[in-house]
């Protein structure tokens, strides 16, 4: 939790202690915020081989070596958590309509188109069948806070409830950049590991501030937005870097040269 605060209800605490408790044993990497390690995060799965945020993606960040992947949640109008980017689902399936006014059913009747607009024999997967598969792979999970109720505490217990589950809870983080909403997700969830969208060329001293006020925290910036001695200042504040965007040989150059511990990418491959 923030380290100055102290909470004034106890029944998220219980809650959030509950989960982390039970899954820390079986879960894949406690210490994977420890870890020196540079690995590759694959945004929204590994587009390189299968459509974004599709359960096939998923699998073939496992099978290429990936450490880490991008997803977006939603939940439809049933209540099931499932993966789409847009508030809509026309851009990658076949159908049209927002997320939230349609079943689960209703979704996965139409197929996920790919970027050139080919129908492919993929559906939109579900948060379950996505975390389980990558749990398989060992690989962790970069919850984009961007899309989703992330001020409802009931969408996000169930989603906290699928990670714990299916034992990623542990090898997993939450970029929230709404500092209400991400405050308010640390006293429900304090041991789990937040991030915010930050600038560390203009903005270094308050993101890193802001930052320390949490139990587990990683710095995000897009690439274009950290150089080396930024890069140095996060490390010598205790925090792991984390950036994004991250999807040409020059860029993937420069990631290498500040060693973050986690390289956001479209279409490098490990």
């Known amino acids: 939790m923030k380290k100055k605060r102290i909470l004034s209800i106890a029944a998220p605490f219980v809650l959030a202690t509950t989960l982390f408790g039970h899954a ?4 894949p990497n406690d210490n994977w915020l420890n870890s020196s390690k540079m690995e590759l995060s694959a945004h929204r799965g590994a587009q390189v081989a299968a459509p974004e945020n599709t359960l096939e ?8 070596g990936y450490g880490f992947v991008e997803i977006d949640v939603q939940q439809t109008k049933d209540g ?35 970027k050139a607009g080919n129908v492919t024999e993929y559906k939109v997967p579900t948060l379950e069948e996505v975390l389980d598969e990558a749990h398989k792979y060992n690989i962790g999970i970069n919850f984009d806070g961007s899309k989703g109720n992330w001020d409802d505490k009931e969408f996000v217990d169930g989603l906290m409830e699928e990670a ?17 909403i991400r405050d308010q997700f640390n006293e429900w969830y304090p041991e789990a590991t937040v ?7 203009t903005n270094l001293e308050s993101d890193i501030e802001e930052l320390q006020q949490y139990e587990n925290a990683i ?7 950290v150089d080396e001695e930024t890069a140095k200042e996060i490390r010598k504040a205790g925090l792991k870097l984390h950036v994004y965007s991250v999807n040409t040989a020059e860029t993937y150059e420069k990631a290498k040269r500040i060693h973050p511990r986690l390289i956001e990418t479209d279409v490098i491959v490990p």
């Open 24 to 27: 820390a044993s079986a879960a």
């Open 57 to 64: 993606a998923i699998t073939q960040a496992g099978i290429l």
């Open 80 to 114: 099931h958590y499932i993966l789409m980017h847009d508030k809509t689902i026309d851009r990658t399936t076949t159908g049209t309509g927002n997320v939230k006014d349609l079943t689960l059913k209703d979704i996965q009747s139409f197929k996920i188109e790919d």
């Open 164 to 180: 714990e589950e299916a034992q990623v809870l542990h090898h997993s983080f939450f970029v929230l950049s709404n500092d209400d």
């Open 195 to 201: 991030t915010f969208l930050g600038n560390a060329l």
């Open 219 to 225: 710095y995000t910036t897009s690439i274009k937005n």
